[in-house]
């Protein structure tokens, strides 16, 4: 089943595109039909890769290799700079370790005025959503249930997920009703 979430900050992404506009978005999960229809709006060209899917997550933190593992998972075509990346909720599952390799394999495709979008937490005790998410419009997203909470849940507290996720900084956030923040990020220099 799926249901709707109204965003006050999704929508900050699309505020200076036009429909005639190139984009290259990064969109991390799997691809949902709400996602691929909203973006055939806009003269787009979509990357999908759902990490939970990829990575052994459990295996993550510390690991010798980590920083080659999201190297590996992270090769598009030469030349592609991502101008929008939808996150959704990855930063909860991939500890301190994962999340500062992910960031630096990341920061090749971003340019100066790339801009991103996911979800943190408030409180550490927030409990895992277990949640997919596609967007259905510029303020909406569609949110259906992933069934079982990916394993690896390690939600990271704001002001650490900062100076983790160098490549980005945190634009606007925004305390949602059941403890969860919601992040407007733009690439970092």
């Known amino acids: 089943m799926t249901a709707t979430q109204q965003s006050r900050l999704l929508g900050s992404l699309f505020s200076h595109v036009d429909e005639e506009q190139r984009l290259t978005v990064l969109h991390i999960g799997p691809a949902l039909p709400e996602t691929v229809e909203f973006f055939s709006r806009y003269r787009s060209k979509l990357y999908f890769l759902d990490l939970f899917e990829e990575l052994p997550f459990k295996e993550l933190e510390g690991g010798p290799d980590l920083g080659q593992q999201f190297a590996e998972l992270l090769q598009f075509p030469d030349a592609t700079a991502f101008d929008i990346c939808l996150f959704w909720d990855l930063f909860n599952y991939l500890g301190h370790d994962a999340l500062a390799a992910f960031s630096r394999a990341l920061r090749p495709y971003l340019h100066q005025d790339s801009l991103g979008h996911g979800f943190g937490v408030h409180n550490l005790r927030t409990p895992p959503g277990g949640q997919l998410y596609a967007i259905s419009d510029r303020d909406t997203l569609a949110v259906r249930s992933r069934g079982e909470p990916p394993p690896g849940y390690a939600p990271i507290a704001q002001g650490q997920l900062k100076d ?24 970092s220099r």
């Open 164 to 187: 983790l996720l160098s490549c980005f900084r945190v634009e606007r956030s925004m305390l949602l009703s059941d403890s969860r923040l919601e992040l407007l990020l733009h690439a």
